[in-house]
């Protein structure tokens, strides 16, 4: 009897405690297993960005077009210089000597002898002829060496007036054919020889257009 009078005022004085606590307990919700669960509060969202934001987003400034330069201004236009080999004796009947050259640096003109000329455009003085060599004045000297120009190997001769060189010569073999150039400048010797070599390297053997007659023996 005492114990449960003892259990009744403990249970009195905790609900008068609760009661001045002035605080009250939210009911618990359970599950079907009897089991206290706590109030779930939804999760704030972030704000998603609208369809517009997501254009305005993607949407990028797009830029200038770049110039591109024109193929005329950094390939070479080649065109071919066709003609009968110098050497006659020595070369084939029926066959040319045939270069490339770019249309852009050189002209193939007549020059004033009429003969047919490879002219440099931007360098004065600068041209190229057909030659077989021949005999130089008192005062002129030569100096020979080989040089190999594309797969082609050349007999070059400077020839020079005192202590100028007055032009260059160019005898080489392709094929069949046996040919020689003269490089002629004033100026911008170098450049001018360079370019030359460049068109030599080119140098074949072609079918001539108007067929060479076969050299004849003297009697």
Not at 9 to 33: F, H, N, Q
Not at 133 to 147: A, D, N, Q, V
Request: glycine share 6%; proline share 9%.
């Amino acid at each position: 009897m005492r114990l449960r009078l003892l259990t009744a005022i403990t249970l009195l004085l905790l609900c008068a405690a609760c009661s001045r606590g002035g605080e009250t307990l939210a009911p618990l919700a359970t599950d079907e297993a009897g089991v206290y669960l706590t109030a779930l509060q939804t999760p704030l969202t972030p704000d998603e960005p609208s369809p517009t934001t997501l254009v305005a987003t993607l949407t990028a400034t797009l830029l200038n077009t770049p110039e591109l330069p024109t193929p005329e201004s950094v390939l070479p236009l080649l065109d071919i210089w066709s003609g009968q080999p110098t050497y006659i004796e020595e070369s084939e009947p029926g066959l040319d000597f045939r270069v490339d050259y770019d249309i852009l640096r050189w002209a193939l003109v007549e020059n004033e002898s009429g003969y047919p000329a490879l002219v440099h455009r931007k360098i004065p003085y600068c041209q190229i002829i057909p030659t077989a060599g021949r005999g130089l004045p008192r005062g002129w000297s030569i100096t020979s060496s080989f040089e190999t120009l594309g797969t082609i190997l050349y007999e070059v001769t400077v020839v020079s007036q005192g202590d100028q060189v007055k032009f260059v010569n160019y005898y080489g073999r392709a094929g069949n054919i046996v040919t020689g150039f003269q490089v002629s400048f004033e100026e911008q010797d170098t450049a001018c020889r360079q370019g030359a070599e460049k068109i030599f390297s080119t140098l074949r053997a072609a079918t001539a257009v108007t067929p060479t007659p076969s050299p004849t023996s003297s009697p």
